[in-house]
C-alpha cells in the first residue's frame, strides 16, 4: 500500500469557507491509504453530527492528526507536528487536539500524560465517538477511546471524498489483519481481520459511478483474504470471496476502473488472476509486498511462503495476465539479515523486474513478535548502505519498466492537469504507471488513448492518438 510518511496529506475540504456557526475541523493524515480513507470515513461522522470540515489549520477549532507507527520516522513526524499544534494552542487555548490511528491505539493515555496537549485520543474502530468525545473535551474532560473492534468496518457511512480529483477513490473492503508478520504493528493497532458486508461495498462503489468516479481502489491490509457469509433461507449458507467481490465491484459499469491493495503473495490464489483477466476494466497490476528474497528471513519474518513459493506466484501472474505489472515492498537489514540474504534480495528484484517498489529500513516496533524474540541485531549504516543498494538497483528496474512502454499505446485515465503544465494532463495507464501528455480538447475524467514516446526517471511522456 502506498504510505504517505513524510508528508501530511492536506485535503482539499467539502467546506471551504463556511458561512455559519458549525465548528470547525482540521483533519490531517499519515499513513497508508487505509489511513487517508479513514479520514474520509471521519469527516463524514463529523459533517453528519454538525461540523465543517476546513483545510486550514489556522482556522480550526479541533485539530485531528491521523497517525501512523509503521515505523519509527512515522511517528517522529507527528511529535513533530504535536509541538507545532502546541504553538497553535498557546495562542488559541480553545482549540482541541486529538490524536486519532494508529499511533493512538499503540500509545493510549500515555498520549495525553506526554503531550498535555493532548485532548483527545481516538483508536481506528472508535471514530463513531468522536462526535460524543470531542463534546466531552469541549467541556474540560479528555477524551479517550481505544478499544479494538471484532466487527466494526463502518460499512453503512458513505465516506466523505476528500480528495480534489473527483475521478479515483478509496474503499475500504476490510479492517485489520491476522497475519502477524513478526516486524509489523498493524494486527497490534488496527486489531483483527474482518471483512464488509458486500452490499455496502456495493452501494458505495454505485454512489461514486453516480458521482462521476471513473476508479476505485478496493482496499484492506491483504485483500485476497476478503471473506463474507451469506446466511440465507433454510440455513443455506454461500460465501463471497474476493475474486467474486471483484467480479461484482466490475460488473457495475464497464466504465468503472477497479484497482486493489494489498495482495498477500501467501493468498493471492489463480481464481483472482483468472477474475483479472476476463474483466477489462479490472487493472492490470498487483501489488505484492515480497519483504526478502532469502527463504531463511521470509521465515523469521512469519510470512507464510518463501522465495520459491513467491517466484512461483509471478509466473502464474505472467502466464495469467501477460501485461500486468508487478511492483513491491521489502525491508533492509531485519534480524540476523547476512551479505548473503540481502544478495538472495537483489537476485529475486533482478529476476522478477518490478516496476515499483517501496523500499525500508527495518524499524523495530515495540511489542512485535521480533521485538520480544529477535534482535535488532544489523548496525544502522549497513542497514542504510543495503537500502542504497536496492534504491538504486529498483531505479535501474522502474526505468527499464518504463523504457519497455515506449512505442506501445495505452489506455490512460486523465486525472488531473499535470503539475509542470496546465497545457498537459497526466494520468495512469491500467499497468498504474504515470503518464503525461499535452491535453488537447479533453477534460478530467476522459479515457484516452496515449501513445508513449518518452519516459523521465518518473513518470511515462506521451501524446494522445486520436481514434
Ligand atoms: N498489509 C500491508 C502492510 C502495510 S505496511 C502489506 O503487506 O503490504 C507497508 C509496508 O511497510 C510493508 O509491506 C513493509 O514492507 C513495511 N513495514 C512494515 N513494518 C515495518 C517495519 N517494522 N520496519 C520497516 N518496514 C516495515
Ligand atoms: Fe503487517 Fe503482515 Fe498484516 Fe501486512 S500482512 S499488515 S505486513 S502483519
Ligand atoms: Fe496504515 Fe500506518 Fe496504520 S501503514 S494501518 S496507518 S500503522
Known amino acids: 500500500m502506498e504510505l504517505n510518511e513524510d508528508l501530511g496529506a492536506l485535503f482539499e475540504n467539502v467546506d471551504n469557507q463556511p458561512n455559519d456557526e458549525r465548528p470547525k475541523v482540521f483533519i490531517e493524515t499519515y499513513g497508508c491509504q487505509m489511513n487517508v480513507n479513514d479520514s474520509e470515513v471521519i469527516a463524514s461522522i463529523l459533517h453528519a453530527n454538525g461540523y465543517a470540515i476546513i483545510n486550514k489549520l489556522d482556522?480550526?477549532?479541533v485539530?485531528?492528526?491521523n497517525t501512523c507507527s509503521i515505523r519509527e520516522n512515522a511517528e517522529t513526524r507527528v511529535w513533530g507536528r504535536l509541538d507545532v499544534f502546541k504553538q497553535i494552542k498557546k495562542r488559541k487555548p480553545s482549540v482541541l487536539v486529538g490524536v486519532v490511528g494508529c499511533m493512538a491505539e499503540r500509545l493510549k493515555e500515555n498520549l495525553i500524560e506526554e503531550q498535555k496537549i493532548v485532548d483527545l485520543v481516538v483508536g481506528p474502530d472508535a471514530y463513531r465517538e468522536l462526535p460524543v468525545l470531542i463534546r466531552a473535551a469541549e467541556d474540560g474532560q479528555k477524551g479517550i477511546n481505544v478499544l479494538l473492534s471484532r466487527e466494526e468496518t463502518y460499512g453503512d457511512i458513505s465516506p466523505v471524498r476528500l480528495d480534489k480529483n473527483g475521478v479515483s477513490a478509496f474503499v475500504s473492503i476490510m479492517r485489520g489483519c491476522n497475519n502477524m508478520c513478526a516486524y509489523c504493528v498493524v494486527p497490534y493497532v488496527r486489531g483483527g481481520e474482518r471483512s464488509r458486508d458486500p452490499k455496502t461495498i456495493l452501494r458505495e462503489v454505485q454512489e461514486l459511478i453516480d458521482a462521476g468516479y471513473r476508479e476505485v481502489t478496493l482496499l484492506g491490509q491483504n485483500v485476497d483474504s476478503y471473506h463474507w457469509k451469506h446466511e440465507g433461507l433454510l440455513h443455506h449458507v454461500h460465501?463471497?470471496?474476493?475474486?467474486?467481490?471483484?467480479e461484482m465491484v466490475a460488473t457495475l459499469s464497464p466504465n468503472l476502473r477497479v484497482r486493489f491493495s494489498t495482495s498477500h503473495p501467501k493468498d493471492l490464489n489463480d481464481e483472482v488472476l483468472y477474475t483479472m483477466a476476463m474483466y477489462e476494466n479490472i487493472c492490470n497490476h498487483i501489488h505484492l509486498p515480497v519483504q526478502s528474497g532469502s527463504t531463511r528471513i521470509l521465515e523469521l519474518m512469519n510470512r507464510g511462503y518463501d522465495r520459491d513459493y513467491y517466484m512461483k506466484r509471478?509466473?502464474?501472474?505472467?502466464?495469467?495476465?501477460?501485461?500486468c505489472a508487478i511492483s513491491s515492498d521489502f525491508i533492509t537489514?531485519?534480524?540476523?539479515?547476512?551479505e548473503?540474504?540481502?544478495?538472495q534480495t537483489l537476485t529475486l528484484m533482478e529476476w522478477a523486474k518490478f516496476d515499483f517498489a517501496y523500499?525500508?529500513?527495518?524499524?523495530?516496533?515495540?511489542?512485535t513478535k521480533a521485538a520480544r524474540s529477535y534482535t535488532d541485531d544489523v548496525?544502522?549504516?549497513?542497514k542504510s548502505r543495503r537500502l542504497t543498494e536496492i534504491i538504486e538497483l529498483q531505479g535501474k528496474l522502474s526505468e527499464e519498466s518504463k523504457k519497455r512502454d515506449i512505442g506501445k499505446s495505452f489506455e490512460v485515465l486523465i486525472e488531473g492537469e499535470s503539475k509542470k503544465s496546465k497545457e498537459e494532463f497526466f494520468g495512469r495507464t491500467s499497468q498504474n504507471k504515470v503518464v503525461v501528455f499535452p491535453r488537447k480538447n479533453h477534460k478530467i475524467g476522459d479515457y484516452v488513448l496515449v501513445e508513449i514516446t518518452d519516459c523521465t526517471p518518473a513518470t511515462l511522456l506521451g501524446k494522445i492518438v486520436e481514434e
Open 239 to 246: 460465501y463471497t470471496n474476493f475474486s467474486d467481490l471483484l
Open 379 to 382: 548496525a544502522e549504516e549497513v
Open 63 to 65: 485539530i485531528l492528526i
Open 314 to 323: 509471478i509466473n502464474a501472474i505472467r502466464n495469467i495476465i501477460p501485461d
Open 340 to 343: 548473503e540474504d540481502h544478495t
Open 333 to 338: 537489514g531485519f534480524c540476523t539479515e547476512t
Open 59 to 61: 482556522d480550526a477549532d
Open 359 to 367: 523500499m525500508f529500513k527495518y524499524s523495530e516496533r515495540p511489542n
